[in-house]
């Protein structure tokens, strides 16, 4: 296995597709796909294999080093026909994060937004003369408040669906995924590293947010303060559920929740 150095530009190209791993010390690669193929997939690889769907031409898209420091393995992959994937590229980089947190200040496919983007014009009117933890307060009570669950688009959702957070913004409903990428967007446009989080809780697939405050450090999966605990931040349950006192009992036992990738 090759280790290259995130102090110069890593690029891996073949004639079809370029791995850049240029900014891996900011917690991400980029990957760019010239060819005709309408089916590409990306893995990026350590101790957890993550495929992603590759959608632009001709333009980079971002993917996420979100498994701390060392040795990632980028692919990129050709659809050959039925469920089948030819490898076309492939380059291991070595990653050095300039600290913990960079992967989760920066969007990327599952979180998406940019300067321009509403949801994060709407996180700085919110954030407006707050610290962290109030910043934090104020986009989660925002999104349980004013987004409802989109039950119909949860049974007919596709697999490689992506969440788009404006246009939850504008709906005003969604599924699991889009209040968590809704709220993680707004977070890290306030510089407040949050994941989104992927796995199970019981048999159910579902999405939830864990955060960063510097008062507290990282609090996975258990960030709401209620006024005498840490309790579980699941917007979607806390939102479709009303809040009532059998899905705060539930979200506040993080041994009902499994993760199994984080964005």
């Avoid at 992959?77 to 039925?82: A, K, N």
């Avoid at 409903?173 to 306030?190: E, P, V, W």
């Avoid at 939102?239 to 009902?256: A, C, D, I, L, P």
């Amino acid at each position: 296995m090759t280790m290259l150095s995130a102090a110069v530009v890593l690029a891996a190209q073949k004639e079809q597709a370029v791995i850049d791993g240029s900014q891996s010390f900011h917690g991400y690669v980029m990957v760019r796909y010239k060819g005709k193929n309408p089916k590409i997939k990306v893995q990026v690889i350590k101790d957890t294999a993550y495929t992603y769907d590759l959608n632009a031409r001709d333009a980079f898209e971002v993917y996420p080093f979100t498994e701390g420091n060392g040795v990632y393995v980028v692919k990129v992959f050709e659809h050959v026909g039925s469920d089948q994937y030819a490898q076309l590229l492939s380059q291991s980089i070595f990653v050095s994060l300039i600290n913990e947190f960079v992967p989760f200040l920066y969007p990327n496919q599952y979180v998406n937004f940019h300067s321009d983007s509403r949801a994060v014009k709407l996180a700085c009117e919110l954030a407006d003369g707050k610290d962290s933890l109030e910043k934090t307060a104020a986009v989660y009570h925002y999104v349980v408040e004013n987004i409802c669950y989109d039950y119909e688009k949860a049974k007919n959702v596709q697999s490689g669906y992506l969440p788009n957070v404006d246009e939850t913004l504008r709906s005003k409903k969604g599924i699991c995924l889009d209040y968590a990428a809704l709220m993680t967007a707004m977070l890290r446009s306030l510089h407040i590293p949050a994941k989104l989080v992927v796995g199970y809780t019981g048999e159910l697939y579902h999405a939830w947010v864990s955060v960063y405050l510097e008062e507290e450090g990282w609090i996975d999966n258990l960030f709401y303060f209620n006024g005498k605990e840490w309790v579980l931040m699941d917007p979607t349950f806390l939102s479709s559920g009303k809040r009532s006192r059998e899905v705060r009992e539930y979200v506040g036992n993080r041994e009902n929740y499994y993760e199994r990738y984080c964005y």
